[in-house]
């Protein structure tokens, strides 16, 4: 993101000197309007002065940073918000929309916080944050095999409650259980069940909007079209996402769960990863088998791929597949674990064996990196020479990359390409997402890894999708296109917009157009509205 001449500390007495001297003697008094404006609309049944943090309460840094996930946009420089209102009524949504609306203030709305280019908790212009965490219920149906999700729950919560209900239902959605719902399903959401039951967003069968009326909105009051823009679309373009009705599926009492190694010290990797390639996309919807590839050693030389898998079912089921399909792989039982579909969720997330599932309720990451992630998606399989070009890049960068292989195919092919805004369905083998993180102690390097990050991503060029080359909204990436003043014409939308969505661009524009002409819902990678 451009930190431009708008980058400072909003918060802090300290004014840097090429700021705009009218904007800054404006600011207190932007404020104070604000947060006026704020107790005008609210309800006497429901004050809004506890849900109120400006700079002047103690407790405003703690809630700004809780939620804010990646390192990258919670420095000292970093533009902080006017004010955090952290709703306990929709009545206190409703408010912040009028008042930033009357005020000029730009609103970023930030559910998990995961977003990985920080748009729901910093911007280059003056701001304000509606934060959802209070407003997290879960209400789950069992007869309906259904629940109804406030935007603020977490992914961890969810997991936690439909397992507390029942052992063989569950909901694809992403692995890391700190993920926002607000954010990830309206980015459209994947995980393990993505080749058994589709993305989080093919599961959704209802939701409710609040829009710059004011008004909140269900599907039928909403109409299909901006139903189907705010699964995959991304909702900070379109309104705050109050809640969502999601469709549970089945899962059997017993799964089983695995990781293999394999290096280049072991020799053969590229026929392994290129064996892969060919059989992973194709094998029966019960098997999700990522790959990831990094480096180990002293001298991040080696290059390492593990293997994870999930299967929907039992290790004697699962060892007949890999042994007919990919010998290659070396699974055998010992690798294997059968667990029930909760703890799934744990060993995914790397927690320890034996781990109480209570750890799903715990909310908040303590060990937060610096990131950089991208994405690309690959239909065409990667010879054994560009495996080796990969590996041989990964080293020849500094050894820093991880690079993520997710297989599509099953359910994925079997849905249409409009039927969420997000068009990677038949014929796509793999999303892809590189990632880079790097600690406090190598801060210093930031420089570097994001070069680093840069320079992968070109050197893949060969190899992934091209005109356009495809990305994931979920792994934003304001590389690929953005606007920072949040006021992208079609044109420009357009360079991020056809990689994100493709076809389905022109439609998101159209229903941008009929529900927020006046672009009040915006960010640096919004969808415009036509001008009128
Ligand atoms: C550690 C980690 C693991 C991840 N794993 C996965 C994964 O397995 N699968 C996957 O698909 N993705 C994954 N992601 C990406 C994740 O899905 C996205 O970052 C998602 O947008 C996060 O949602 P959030 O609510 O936590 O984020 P936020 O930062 O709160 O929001 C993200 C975006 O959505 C907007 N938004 C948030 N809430 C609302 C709302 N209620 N109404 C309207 N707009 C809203 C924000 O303004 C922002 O633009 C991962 C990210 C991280 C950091
Ligand atoms: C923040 O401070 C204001 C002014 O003192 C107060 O009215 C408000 O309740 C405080 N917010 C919270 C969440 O305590
Ligand atoms: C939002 O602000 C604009 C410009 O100030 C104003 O014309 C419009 O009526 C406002 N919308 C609502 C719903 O208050
Ligand atoms: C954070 O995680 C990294 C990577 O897993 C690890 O190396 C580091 O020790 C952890 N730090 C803390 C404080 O837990
Ligand atoms: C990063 O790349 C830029 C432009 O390509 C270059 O000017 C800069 O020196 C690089 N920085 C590091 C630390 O490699
Ligand atoms: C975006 O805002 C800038 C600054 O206010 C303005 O110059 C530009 O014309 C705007 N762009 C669009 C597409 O409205």
Redesign the pocket.
């Known amino acids: 993101m451009a930190l431009n001449y708008f980058s400072m500390v909003l918060i802090s007495t300290l004014v840097l000197p090429f700021l705009p001297a009218a904007w800054a003697q404006a600011k207190p008094s932007v404020s104070r309007v604000f947060v006026q404006c704020l107790h005008r609309n609210s309800l006497p049944s429901h004050p809004i002065?506890?849900?109120?943090?400006?700079p002047?309460?103690s407790?405003y840094v703690e809630n700004l940073n809780i939620y804010a996930r990646n390192l990258r946009f919670c420095k000292r420089d970093t533009p902080k918000p006017l004010a955090i209102i952290?709703a306990m009524h929709e009545s206190h949504v409703r408010a912040a929309i009028m008042c930033c609306n009357k005020t000029n203030l730009l609103m970023r709305v930030r559910s998990g916080g995961h977003d990985y280019e920080g748009l729901s908790y910093t911007a280059n212009m003056p701001f304000v944050i509606l934060d959802m965490f209070n407003l997290r219920s879960i209400d789950i149906d069992l007869e309906q095999d259904t629940a109804w999700v406030e935007s603020g729950a977490l992914l961890g919560e969810l997991y936690y409650r439909i397992a507390s209900m029942s052992s063989t239902r569950a909901f694809p959605a992403g692995v890391c259980p700190t993920v926002g719902v607000g954010g990830h399903f309206s980015g459209g959401g994947y995980g393990t069940l993505i080749r058994k039951y589709g993305l989080s967003v093919d599961n959704i069968v209802d939701a409710k909007i609040m829009g710059l009326d004011g008004i909140v909105k269900d599907r039928k009051a909403m109409g299909e079209d901006l139903f189907w823009a705010i699964r995959g679309g991304g909702g900070a373009s379109f309104g705050v996402i109050l809640s969502w009705k999601l469709k549970l599926v089945q899962v059997p009492e017993t799964v089983t769960v695995f990781v293999v190694d394999k290096t280049t010290e072991q020799g053969g990797l590229a026929d392994i990863v290129y064996k892969y390639q060919n059989v992973v996309t194709k094998l029966p919807k019960d098997l999700f088998l990522r790959m990831e590839l990094s480096t180990i050693g002293e001298n991040k030389k080696t290059i390492k791929a593990s293997f994870i898998g999930f299967f929907l079912g039992k290790t004697k089921e699962l060892l007949e597949l890999t042994k007919n399909n990919f010998p290659e792989l070396g699974l055998d039982q010992h690798y294997c674990t059968e667990m029930k579909w909760i703890e799934s969720v744990l060993y995914w997330d790397g927690i320890p064996k034996g781990a109480s599932i209570n750890v799903l309720l715990e909310r908040v990451w303590h060990n937060k990196s610096y990131t950089k992630s991208k994405s690309d998606f690959i239909k065409n399989i990667v010879p054994k020479q560009g495996l080796e070009f990969i590996f041989a890049k990964m080293v020849q960068l500094g050894g820093d990359i991880v690079m993520q292989w997710n297989p599509y195919g099953g359910r994925m092919d079997e849905i249409s390409e409009n039927a969420v805004p997000l068009p990677q369905r038949a014929g796509y083998l793999f999303k892809i997402q590189h990632i880079l993180y790097w600690y406090e102690s190598r801060e210093s390097h930031a420089d570097k890894y994001m070069n680093e990050s840069r320079q992968f991503y070109e050197s893949m060029a060969p190899y992934v999708t091209r005109f356009p080359r495809e990305a994931f909204l979920n792994y934003r990436d304001l590389d690929i296109g953005e606007n920072a003043l949040c006021n992208s014409s079609y044109t420009e939308a357009k360079s991020y917009g056809l990689k994100y969505f493709k076809g389905n661009f022109d439609r998101l524009v159209q229903v941008k157009t009929r529900v927020d002409p006046t672009n009040f819902f915006r960010n640096e990678q919004s969808i415009p509205p036509l001008l009128v």
Request: glycine share 0%; aromatic share 10%; no cysteine.
């Open positions: 002065s506890q849900a109120i943090y400006t002047e309460n407790s952290a």
